[in-house]
């Protein structure tokens, strides 16, 4: 049987833990530590979404370091010409999210293994050794958190 006392004190501990969540929430949010993301992209039918999810990402956090890390078949949407398959240019939201920061990184394993050059890409393709290597990177020494769309 639980006296007055103890139900007490156990309602205060529950509003404590309460509050403290929404503590830290207020913390989260704030933007004196912006976000540091690793957005993978393996498949390049995904990257309209992955895009819309960066630039809403940015909205809601503007000081965000955002690097977005392509190999495989997800190098494809950055490549010249390339359209989504309602026939827009990707380039022209890369262009507008690289002026927002956002870094887009072209895995150079995949090149050599599709047969594919760096002229073959936009300008704002940056290009690392791994694709795979450079988010492992980025997570382990950078601090990066990871998301896939």
Excluded: W
């Excluded at 309209?48 to 940015?58: I, K, M, P, S």
């Excluded at 000081?63 to 949407?77: E, K, P, S």
């Excluded at 240019?89 to 895995?107: H, K, M, Q, S, W």
Aim: glycine fraction near 10%.
């Amino acid at each position: 049987m639980r006296t007055i006392g103890s139900c007490l004190a156990m309602a205060i501990a529950v509003s404590l833990l309460i509050l403290g969540g929404c503590s830290t929430r207020g913390d989260l949010t704030a933007n004196e530590h912006p976000d540091k993301v690793v957005y993978h992209i393996n498949d390049s039918s995904n990257a309209t979404a992955a895009l819309r999810n960066v630039g809403n990402h940015l909205d809601v956090n503007p000081q965000a370091r955002i690097v977005v890390v392509t190999h495989a078949l997800g190098v494809d949407f950055l490549m010249e010409g390339a359209r989504d398959k309602n026939g827009n240019p990707y380039n022209v939201a890369v262009e507008a999210l690289t002026e927002r920061g956002v870094i887009f990184d072209v895995c150079e394993i995949t090149l050599k293994g599709r047969k594919l050059e760096r002229s073959q890409f936009i300008p704002e393709a940056k290009f690392v050794p791994s694709g795979v290597a450079e988010i492992g990177k980025l997570q382990a020494r950078g601090g990066f958190a990871y998301l896939k769309p």
